[in-house]
């Protein structure tokens, strides 16, 4: 395993427009920290600093700092994507295969790639919200502090969902750009299934109960938007704004198994593929 992760990193650590997305991917994260510390002059009337909301106290700071970290993953993507796009376009997939690399390797090389950056990306985002955290919030129990911190479980099998996907992508169209726009056309084919859903089973409730099995969606749920349960501590005698934010572990195994489609299907590519 170390020997592939190797391999694949020396790659792209040679390769400066990856080592530029690589470093942007992982940079990007800290702007919690901005956010924190951000203050918003209301018409000169106040100074609205979000810091002193509540909004980033323990435990609901490992929601809010999954949730928007998790938007800055098409960085990485694009890098998953390029891996790709290079090995074809520089010949080198042909080479590492000549040198003795199995397609089996090949294709575990480029996730163990994957689960490295998740790894990192995920104890960055998990330190960054332990000390936001500290900071911020008026509790200090472990109890407290460490209760939902299976957000950063379901940041990180998101982000091995998202990438392996990319990896599919990639193998498929062998193209940084087209790999990339057939995210958009899942999305669209997505929302597809669910209003045809909807004419089958005549409401909005079960046609989102299946769209929430798709690939992209099942990866949305997995950190539910935060503004909703930041509305409900501050009116918390509103019912109507109540809503289930949690992680299910049914969620993570749906995740969990289109990482091992995909993942499975990219070797299937690759083996029939003639190079």
């Known amino acids: 395993m170390l020997r592939l992760l190797n391999l694949e990193l020396q790659k792209l650590l040679l390769n400066r427009t990856s080592k530029i997305l690589i470093f942007v991917s992982f940079i990007l ?16 009337f106040f100074t609205l600093e979000l810091g002193e909301l509540g909004i980033f106290n323990f435990p609901i700071i490992w929601h809010l700092t999954t949730f928007f970290a998790s938007q800055f993953k098409f960085f990485f993507a694009i890098v998953v994507v ?15 295969l000549i040198d003795g690399l199995s397609k089996k390797e090949f294709i575990l090389s480029k996730f163990y790639t994957i ?11 998990g330190l960054i919200s332990f000390f936001i955290g500290l900071y911020y919030s008026s509790y200090n129990e ?7 911190v299976e957000f950063l479980l379901a940041y990180f099998v998101k982000l091995i969902g ?28 997505e929302w597809l299934v669910f209003w045809g859903s909807y004419e089958i089973f005549g409401n909005a409730n ?9 690939p992209l969606e099942s990866m949305y749920k997995l950190i539910d938007q935060p503004f909703q ?11 109507e704004l109540t809503y289930d934010y949690a992680v299910h572990w049914h969620e993570i195994a749906v995740v969990l198994g289109w990482t091992a ?15």
């Open 261 to 275: 489609l995909f993942i499975f299907l990219s070797y299937r590519l690759l083996k029939k593929r003639d190079l």
């Open 29 to 44: 994260p800290f702007f919690v920290i901005l956010l924190s510390s951000l203050k918003i002059n209301v018409f000169g």
């Open 115 to 125: 689960v490295f950056f998740s790894i990192v990306s995920t104890i960055l985002i």
């Open 162 to 189: 998202f990438f392996s996907l990319c990896l599919l992508f990639g193998m498929l169209v062998k193209r940084s750009a087209f790999a990339l726009a057939f995210l958009f056309i899942l999305y669209i084919i």
């Open 229 to 239: 349960r930041i509305a409900m501590t501050k009116f918390p005698d509103k019912a």
């Open 82 to 96: 390029s891996m790709i796009g290079n090995e074809y376009s520089n010949k080198t997939i042909k080479q590492n």
């Open 206 to 214: 079960s046609a989102f109960k299946v769209k929430n099995f798709m």
């Open 142 to 148: 472990a109890s407290i502090i460490f209760r939902e």
